[in-house]
């Protein structure tokens, strides 16, 4: 990515998706996802406070995650 963010010529970009990129993508992004569904599992009885963002698709606020007592 940095290589293609810096890159100016048109051709070379070109060439980077499509032989570095690309195959990257295809090797190592699992899966495309058709519905929406929240990624964070860890929500349950092991977990205390977890300020969550409502609709937010990622890991966030990790950081404030607390411990039931």
């Given at each position: ?46 977990v205390g406070e977890w300020p969550l963002i409502p609709g937010h698709m ?12």
């Amino acid at each position: 990515m940095d290589r293609l963010a810096t890159e100016p010529r048109r051709e070379e970009r070109v060439r980077l998706l499509r032989e570095e990129l690309g195959p990257w993508l295809y090797e190592y992004i699992p899966a495309v996802s058709i519905g929406v569904t929240h990624s964070i599992v860890g929500v349950g009885s092991k977990v205390g406070e977890w300020p969550l963002i409502p609709g937010h698709m990622g890991l966030h606020n990790w950081e404030y995650v607390t411990h039931p007592r």
